[in-house]
């Protein structure tokens, strides 16, 4: 697989240098929540944000309960069935705020999607725990919910690849290691991202996300094709780097928490620290997960002046 040029994820300034593109889906959410309840509204509060810290890329806040009915029914034999239904004017709706991101920024940031994996999509529409319980004893009925969010997915990227976005994260957190067992990832979460990745990459890159430790499964997320995987913190960034081996992009791996730290040297020289591991390979500087609300935002500038004075 050919690796994406770097050049894909810096739209300004020095083009010669890694990007720093931390996860903003979730940041200052809560704040932003209190400026405005709706999908365009947090996405501007969140643009400002990012425009002052001068970041190369922006994950769009994108809420597919706005538009999306899913109903689960059981038979008196256990058999699950699925029902959805998408509101095409409210799915309009928040692909137009999705649009008026590009047209804000997309001339001077790399603006990513985030939708939820089958697998993912699966646990949190049915419920985690009985979710994960029929992993053990009722595949049927999971590959069954599978099936039908994979189709929802379908959906959704094909109202996506109509606006001039950059890419799409595949985001797959709770079929993490540290939550499922690695033959459970491989059976059941790894083929629908293999194949709603290759549905995405049609028309966009694909960024795949997964929570906590991945490091048993790195070797299996870079099979499903994505061209950048996104790491967590817990995540052994040599060890990464090595199995991956310059075919994909990795994108990680800051711990969030420590992003809240007021010892800007250790701040500078954990960050110089990653980037000179990294010299050489495709990487992308970013947090493992989504940053917390009460992150300074002095810090992220100060990453981000970091990274635009560094060449790679």
């Not at 309009?92 to 997309?106: R, S």
């Not at 929802?152 to 996506?160: A, F, K, M, W």
Request: net charge negative; with cysteine; proline share 4%.
């Amino acid at each position: 697989m050919k690796t994406l040029p770097m050049s894909k994820f810096i739209k300004e300034g020095n083009s010669n240098r890694i990007p720093f593109f931390p996860v903003l889906d979730n940041y200052y959410s809560y704040n932003a929540s209190l400026h405005s309840k709706d999908t365009c509204g947090i996405n501007n509060f969140l643009i400002q944000i990012s425009k002052e810290c001068q970041l190369d890329g922006f994950t769009a806040y994108f809420n597919s309960a706005n538009f999306l009915t899913t109903e689960f029914l059981m038979d008196d034999a256990e058999r699950v069935s699925v029902s959805w239904s998408i509101d095409e004017n409210k799915f309009a709706e928040e692909l137009a705020c999705i649009a008026d991101v590009v047209n804000q920024i997309g001339k001077t940031h790399h603006i990513t999607v985030p939708i939820k994996a089958p697998f993912e999509f699966g646990a949190l529409q049915f419920g985690p725990t009985p979710f994960y319980t029929a992993l053990i004893s009722d595949e049927d009925n999971v590959m069954k919910i599978m099936d039908e969010m994979l189709k929802i997915d379908e959906v959704i990227v094909d109202g996506l690849r109509t606006i001039n976005i950059d890419s799409i994260t595949v985001k797959d957190s709770l079929a993490s290691t540290s939550i499922i067992k690695k033959d459970h990832y491989v059976k059941y979460a790894s083929p629908y991202e293999k194949k709603i990745i290759a549905k995405i990459k049609e028309y966009l890159p694909v960024v795949l996300h997964v929570c906590q430790d991945s490091s048993p499964i790195i070797g299996n997320m870079l099979n499903t094709g994505a061209d950048v995987l996104e790491i967590d913190f817990l995540v052994q960034l040599a060890e990464a780097r090595d199995i991956v081996n310059s075919q994909a992009i990795i994108k990680g791996n800051l711990d969030p928490l420590f992003l809240q730290t007021k010892d800007m040297e250790e701040l500078r020289n954990t960050v110089l620290e990653v980037l000179h591991a990294m010299k050489g390979f495709p990487y992308i500087l970013s947090t493992g997960d989504s940053i917390t609300p009460d992150t300074p935002v002095e810090n992220i500038k100060f990453i981000a002046n970091i990274c635009r004075n560094m060449n790679i």
